[in-house]
């Protein structure tokens, strides 16, 4: 995510016809900053990812400063939702879409952060939306549908990524 990779991005998005970008600020950018700079090619800002693997591998009130400053930027860029995703855990990765090392207890957990982050994200007024990612802690359809369920729409609405629902 540098400068230089994105420039060489931007110019082909531009020419072959895009009109918005996710909005992936780099480090050391400023949300005002890369505004003026994604209009130079013609681009707006589109929507973005938060990503966690929302897990026992995180130090949850981190998560949660990172997400405050995450929404931060994504509401000074003009947008109002973003998703909010976990992906790459290894055991899941090698066996994608199965729901691989699932845990009750560690799914319980997730739950619980997902939730903890989505409410810091709607205090900063941005929306969080599921983006469920196979290879994630939230890959499979009863996942998902315990996630959403648990946590309820006023906490996380639901932005799913058709081909890895697919697949």
């Known amino acids: 995510k540098t400068r230089e990779v994105f420039d060489r991005a931007f110019a082909d998005y531009q020419q072959i016809g895009f009109t918005a970008v996710k909005a992936d600020v780099p480090e050391g950018m400023s949300a005002s900053e890369y505004l003026g700079w994604i209009e130079g090619y013609g681009l707006s800002p589109s929507l973005s990812l938060f990503s966690s693997p929302f897990d026992e591998t995180v ?22 939702r973003t998703m909010i995703s976990s992906m790459s855990l290894p055991a899941r ?24 982050v989505s409410e810091a994200l709607q205090a900063e007024g941005l929306r969080p939306l599921l983006h469920s990612h196979i290879g994630g802690a939230i890959e499979t359809e009863e996942e998902i549908t315990r996630l959403l369920d648990t946590l309820g729409a006023s906490v996380l609405g639901f932005g799913p990524d058709t081909g890895h629902m697919r697949w």
Do not use: H, S, W, Y
Request: charged residues 30%.
């Open 59 to 80: 130090n949850i009130e981190d998560e949660i400063e990172r997400a405050k400053a995450f929404a931060a930027t994504q509401v000074q860029l003009g947008l109002d």
């Open 93 to 116: 990765m090698a066996r994608p879409a199965l729901g691989a090392g699932f845990d009750e207890d560690r799914f319980q957990l997730v739950v619980d952060n997902v939730g903890r």
